[in-house]
Each structure stands twice: as structure tokens, then as C-alpha cells.
């Protein structure tokens, strides 16, 4: 059932667990995911990034891709199809336009007026398909689709302004997390998320969660995030199979063997990340 993110994220939040956001960048990594998930009976969010749609062919092929595994699969569990750090309101639009179920309008590097504008013209839009709209405020650290981004703490106030001004269904605070691998500890600001958590009623999404230790997952959800976004976790470990895989078979030139020795250790990983998102 294709789905926006609107009922899984409430049930999540009101339950203290969190829904996976896996991104998605071919046909296989799509349907590994979404046959885990179902065997799983979890709901799940298909994050795409505007690079990955591109790289697919583009947002029909991704719409249509996911729709045809779920039809062919016989998947049943809520999977919503969702832009992730959509970089302006156009690219909002097209992915609408295309299906999508779900965007989300990163405009954390402007203004806080500025972010504003652009999430307020894309949650008036996005309104009128029933997509829910996701927004970020902050920076989150590391680097996503070639862009290398510093951290900026989100500010309570900002929060609110935000949230008041535009309606938005989720929002992303950045709170000290990163995309990609953490050099050292990562540092969240428990404390601003549990009273920005207080202060809105609105589910919270967590980005960068590749290396974040599980207590400290835990502790986000308990602290109010209902929404952890997983990339580079997925690519480490579906590559290093392959790898291995390529290793010990040096003559092997077909492309579903190849591609397919990464799906016993990515589906293995896939359990045991929603395994620390179920909190119990
Ligand atoms: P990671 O690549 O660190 O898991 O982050 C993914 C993410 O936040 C996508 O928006």
C-alpha cells in the first residue's frame, strides 16, 4: 500500500519507535528493502534524493519502479515514497507531479525567513495531493550527494517559527548528527530535541543515522525523533559483500549474481537496524 507518511509517523511517535528511511538507489536495493519490511511487517519510507532519482532515470521511473514491486511483490505493509533534501520548490513540484507521496523541502541553508517561504510554498502545494511535507532546520554535518555540509545546532525558537509559519508535517532539527561516518562520538543535543519534541506536535526525523551507537538511538526516540533516515550503513555493507563476493569469484560476469551477493547481508542489516528502532 503506497501511503504518505502522515499516519506512520503519528502511530510512531504516539508508540516511541521510529520508522525506517532507507534510500534507494536501483531496482534490487528497492525490492530487498521492501521484502524485508514485509517479512518485518513494519511500514517503511523510501527516501530518494534528487542525485539517486536521477541516476534512476528520474522521479516517474523511481514512482513506477516502487509501484510495480509493490503490485508484483504483493507487499502490504504502508511504504511511502519520499524525496529526501529536496533543494528547492521546483524539484518539490516535479516529484509531486510524479507521485510521490512525501517530500521533503531542505532549505536549512537559507534564512530562517528565507526556509520559511520556500517550505510554506511547497506544504500549500504539496497540500492539495495529500503529500506530506517534511522541513530541516539546522545543518546536519558530512556530506550527501557530493554536497559537504558543516553542523549547526537547531535553535528551540527556530522550531516553533518554523512549524507555526508553514504547517509542516515533520520536521528535521539538526542536532549534532552527520551524514556518512562520524569522525569520533557523535555529539546530539538530547536535551534541545526533547524540548523542541515538547513544543510541537509534530513527529521528528533524525538524519545521519549511520554510526550513531544504538543506546544513543534510543535515547533520540525516547527524546521524540519517530523518523531515522539510513544510508551509508546500507552501501557499507551491501558493497563489502559484494566485494568479498567478487573476490572469491573472479569470472563471474553476471550482473544478478553480482548485484544479488549483496541482499542476504543487506536484509540481515535491515533487521537489525529496525530492531534498534522498535525500542523494545
Ligand atoms: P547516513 O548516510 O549517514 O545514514 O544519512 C542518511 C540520511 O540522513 C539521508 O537523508
Not at 544510508?231 to 566485494?243: C, P
Request: aromatic share 6%; glycine share 8%.
Amino acid at each position: 500500500m503506497i501511503v504518505n507518511s502522515r499516519e506512520m509517523l503519528q502511530q510512531a511517535k504516539k508508540g516511541h519507535y521510529a520508522v525506517p528511511h532507507f534510500n534507494i538507489n536501483n531496482l534490487e536495493w528497492t525490492k530487498y528493502i521492501l521484502e524485508e519490511c514485509q517479512t518485518l511487517q513494519i511500514p517503511v519510507i523510501l527516501g530518494v534524493s534528487e542525485g539517486a532519482a536521477r541516476y534512476m532515470g528520474g522521479f516517474h521511473v523511481v514512482t513506477m519502479l516502487i509501484k510495480g514491486l509493490v503490485q508484483d511483490l504483493g507487499i502490504t505493509i504502508p511504504v511511502c515514497i519520499h524525496l529526501d533534501h529536496g533543494k528547492s520548490v521546483e524539484v518539490c513540484v516535479e516529484a509531486i507531479r510524479a507521485g510521490f507521496t512525501s517530500v521533503m523541502i531542505d532549505a536549512s541553508m537559507l534564512s530562517l525567513e528565507e526556509n520559511i517561504t520556500k517550505t510554506k510554498q511547497v506544504v500549500d502545494y504539496a497540500k492539495k495531493y495529500d503529500v506530506t511535507v517534511e522541513a530541516e532546520i539546522g545543518r546536519v554535518g558530512g556530506s550527501e550527494d557530493g554536497v559537504a555540509d558543516q553542523i549547526y545546532y537547531a535553535k528551540l525558537e527556530d522550531c516553533k517559527r518554523l512549524y507555526e509559519a508553514t504547517n509542516i508535517d515533520s520536521l528535521a532539527p539538526a542536532l549534532g548528527s552527520v551524514h556518512g561516518l562520524y569522525h569520533g562520538e557523535p555529539k546530539l543535543d538530547f536535551e534541545t530535541m526533547k524540548q523542541i519534541d515538547d513544543a510541537l506536535p509534530i513527529p521528528l526525523v533524525l538524519h545521519g543515522g549511520t554510526g550513531i551507537p544504538a543506546e544513543q538511538i534510543q535515547k533520540a526516540i525516547f527524546s521524540g525523533i519517530s523518523k531515522i533516515n539510513i544510508n551509508t550503513e546500507l552501501q557499507i555493507t551491501w558493497s563489502k559483500a559484494v566485494r568479498n563476493y567478487l573476490k572469491e569469484n573472479d569470472v563471474v560476469y553476471d550482473p544478478r549474481k553480482i548485484i544479488g551477493s549483496g541482499e542476504l547481508a543487506m536484509k540481515k542489516k535491515i533487521r537489525e537496524i529496525v530492531q534498534i528502532f522498535q525500542t523494545r
